[in-house]
């Protein structure tokens, strides 16, 4: 049975899935005070963070238009996948769906199934790989949505920011807190909720004494590594991400380890230095 896996361009894909046809990405669009950044093969990190860094705004993301989603299901696969950024942090899921509903109004019925992630970044991927497995296993349509769907459940997600400056630019937190954490170097352990929200776990003076406390909290909440792909993103810290990849695994053994740089979405949310870890 022929499928096609659909990812909003919050998951990075690792290169292999790039080239593969089965995989597309549907790029969300980044806007620096007019300036508009397309999040795809195009996306140059480097000058992204430099635009983020010298405006005293929040970049803005826009996701992709229903019509976009259209076309990316309007393929000759006939199971087709959509994986999208947390519904509860970006409005790439409706899109998603509603695209889903053009394609039935256009084109007549079709196995299209949306997944909201409820989580960002490489959670997103762990899950477009997840769909993957399934479908060579040879499972069914609805089979692969509810063992992808119960995959969604047991995931996690955790991530340490360098900077709290795109917190405070979004409102997220207030410029007094941002001011007293800078100024005492605190950094919070970060976490997603089971709605797929952000809540805060746990903050340490300096960042590797919050990555440290933020494996305690990864370690402390598997159940069978053996099973699970330990998933690492990270913004423009690649050294950073291999500390904390050798600082688990020397505590548990997991079935594979996926470390990859964050595209544009995960760059403007973790912004320089942050590291975003999923199991």
């Not at 795809?40 to 963070?49: C, I, V």
């Not at 360098?162 to 352990?189: D, T, Y």
Request: proline share 4%; charged share 25%.
């Amino acid at each position: 049975m022929s499928y096609k896996i659909v990812v909003d361009s919050c998951g990075e894909l690792p290169g292999r899935c790039k080239a593969d046809p089965h995989f597309e990405s549907v790029p969300l669009v980044l806007d620096i005070d007019g300036y508009l950044v397309t999040d795809d093969e195009t996306f140059d990190q480097a000058d992204f963070l430099r635009r983020v860094a010298a405006s005293p705004n929040c970049p803005k993301s826009s996701c992709p238009s229903p019509e976009r989603y259209l076309q990316a299901y309007d393929c000759e696969a006939e199971h087709v996948y959509a994986v999208t950024l947390s519904a509860e942090l970006s409005g790439s899921y409706n899109s998603a769906e509603l695209g889903k509903k053009l394609y039935e109004e256009e084109k007549g019925a079709k196995d299209i199934y949306v997944f909201n992630s409820r989580s960002a970044s490489i959670g997103e991927t762990l899950i477009a790989l997840k769909i993957e497995e399934c479908e060579k296993a040879g499972m069914g349509f609805q089979e692969v949505v509810d063992t992808v769907e119960a995959y969604i459940e047991a995931q996690h997600t955790y991530f340490v920011l360098e900077s709290l400056e795109a917190l405070r630019k979004n409102g997220r937190l207030s410029n007094l807190k941002a001011f007293v954490a800078n100024a005492l170097n605190i950094k919070p352990v970060m976490g997603s909720t089971p709605q797929g929200t952000i809540c805060q776990l746990d903050q340490a003076r300096g960042v590797n004494r919050a990555l440290k406390k933020m494996v305690d909290y990864i370690v402390g909440g598997l159940k069978d590594p053996g099973e699970k792909i330990l998933a690492i993103s990270h913004c423009n810290c690649p050294e950073r991400a291999e500390m904390v990849k050798q600082m688990i695994l020397s505590r548990v053994s997991v079935k594979d380890v996926i470390v990859l740089d964050t595209a544009g979405v995960s760059s403007l949310y973790a912004s320089d230095g942050g590291v975003i870890v999923v199991v």
